[in-house]
T-cell receptor
């Protein structure tokens, strides 16, 4: 069964450092999402891509976060500089089309900022 | 007020019990609704879509009441394996953005 791949699975960093997360969606899925999930909360959308274009980044803290999907396939989410409040699970998801009912999530990257 | 609000839980029930989760949404423009299941330290997975006519999948029944902006999930004959967090999700807008509730933790006890 096709899966969304994410790496690394775990990342520990000190505040003010830069971190980067990678996501490879299910092959053929045009829409890719990055979510942040704080413990005890539901996932919150950070950025949504349709192919290589950003569809929604209204909740992305653009002063420190950036995301790209240059060739419309895999994607990178970067935080620079990391802050203590960024500690969370970062989930990537993909769907076949923009209006796809089901989003398939990757295993996530658990970030701890010390 | 959050767009999607769920029962805070947690719910602790014995095996075989029937348990119901409730959810309300504030955005009347929301088009579609879902229940996702998330096991501890795992990613969310789609459990079922929710339709106005109500839909059933084995022991699970989901209902949507658009007039009251209310969604429910009923689990009958609970199994130990049903222990998880259940996330109520709404979808809307031109980009079909998913908005998740905080989730309700269910523990089914032997």
């Amino acid at each position: 069964e096709a899966e969304v791949a994410q790496s690394p699975r775990y990342k520990i960093t000190e505040k003010s450092q830069a971190v980067a997360f990678w996501c490879d969606p299910i092959s053929g899925h045009a829409t890719l999402y990055w979510y942040r999930q704080i413990l005890g909360q539901g996932p919150e959308l950070l950025v949504q891509f349709q192919d290589e274009s950003v569809v929604d980044d209204s909740q992305l803290p653009k002063d420190r976060f950036s995301a790209e999907r240059l060739k419309g396939v895999d994607s990178t989410l970067k935080i620079q500089p990391a802050e203590l409040g960024d500690s969370a699970m970062y989930l990537c998801a993909s769907s076949l089309v923009l209006a796809g009912n089901e989003q398939f999530f990757g295993p996530g990257t658990r970030l701890t900022v010390l | 007020r959050k767009e999607v609000e769920q029962d805070p839980g947690p719910f602790n029930v014995p095996e075989g019990a029937t348990v119901a989760f409730n959810c309300t949404y504030s955005n009347s423009a929301s088009q579609s609704f879902f229940w996702y299941r998330q096991d501890c330290r795992k990613e969310p997975k789609l459990l079922m879509s929710v339709y106005s006519s109500g839909n059933e999948d084995g022991r699970f029944t989901a209902q949507l009441n658009r007039a009251s902006q209310y969604i429910s999930l009923l689990i009958r004959d609970s199994k130990l394996s049903d222990s998880a967090t259940y996330l109520c999700v709404g979808s809307g807008g031109s980009n079909y953005k998913l908005t998740f509730g905080k989730g309700t933790l269910l523990t089914v006890n032997p």
